[in-house]
């Protein structure tokens, strides 16, 4: 299996040389579909958005990355939120370990399913069992309008519990810690906690947040943001997401 640094498309070159550039880090977007429409989300989901991705996709994805990337290649499986399609989600990891494609890096979910401590067992021992290294649970002020966040801390209390809370990342921790009363905020009151929550929880402005949020969170003007070379930022970037339509 060819090296990471052996690959050409990797190799460090000049600031005046072209650039090529070969992930080692993919995300495969499963689905659109969500039971969150948060305003600030990358890619506008909501539960009228569709798309699934087939499991040959998903593993033909797999095999592409780890003939790229190597012992380096990092998979890891997002939407929308993946956990509306669990049996889909589960083929997929069913196969790409029958084909030891290795383990799955990451699996993300804004924990809508964890309505008691027994669901939640079964399915991280399920998970587990096919190699997920780490669950990513989201929560924040913009999927708490959408799931209660007893449902958030259950998932963080019993998977942490299970897989060690080395394996468990929560976006944001502080807002599981401190949560806000969102249901007896008004309208305006939930815009200026989003406001405050900008500060401290960062968000990037594509997808609905570039029409919902930025004219009351930007700080640049687009004259300024134009003096910005993006070069960089991409060229830098480990890893690309790959959508149900490829």
């Given amino acids: 299996m060819m090296d990471l640094k052996d690959n050409i498309f990797n190799a460090p070159l000049r600031r005046d040389e072209p650039k090529f550039k070969r992930w080692r880090s993919v995300g495969l977007i499963l689905t659109y579909r969500c ?28 095999q592409a990355l780890i003939r790229m990337a190597g012992d380096h290649a990092r998979i890891h499986l997002t939407g929308g939120e993946p956990f ?12 790409a370990q029958e084909k030891h494609l290795g383990p799955t890096d990451m699996i993300e979910t804004n924990g809508f399913w964890a309505v008691s401590d027994k669901v939640v067992t079964e ?20 999927h708490q ?10 998932l963080a209390r019993v998977a942490r519990a299970m897989l060690g809370p080395e394996r468990v990342l929560v976006r944001w921790q502080d807002y599981l810690d401190h949560p806000k009363d ?7 009151q ?3 906690a989003q406001i405050e929550a900008a500060k401290g929880f960062p968000c990037r402005f594509n997808g609905r947040a570039a029409c919902d949020l930025a004219d009351v969170l ?17 060229m830098d970037a480990k890893g690309v997401h790959i959508d149900p339509y490829g």
């Fill in 35 to 62: 039971n969150c429409a948060c305003e600030y989300c990358y890619y506008a989901c909501d539960s009228s958005k569709g798309g699934l991705m087939p499991v040959d996709m998903a593993i033909d994805t797999w």
């Fill in 84 to 95: 509306l399609h669990w049996d889909h989600m589960i083929k997929i990891l069913e196969t």
């Fill in 123 to 142: 399915r991280l021992t399920r998970l587990d069992e096919l190699g997920m290294q780490r669950l990513k649970i989201s929560c924040d002020l913009y």
């Fill in 145 to 154: 309008q959408f799931v209660d966040i007893e449902l958030v801390q259950r």
């Fill in 182 to 188: 969102i249901a007896n905020m008004s309208d305006t």
């Fill in 190 to 192: 939930l815009r200026q």
């Fill in 218 to 234: 930007s700080r640049k003007t687009i004259e300024e943001i134009a003096q910005f070379n993006c070069k960089r930022a991409f």
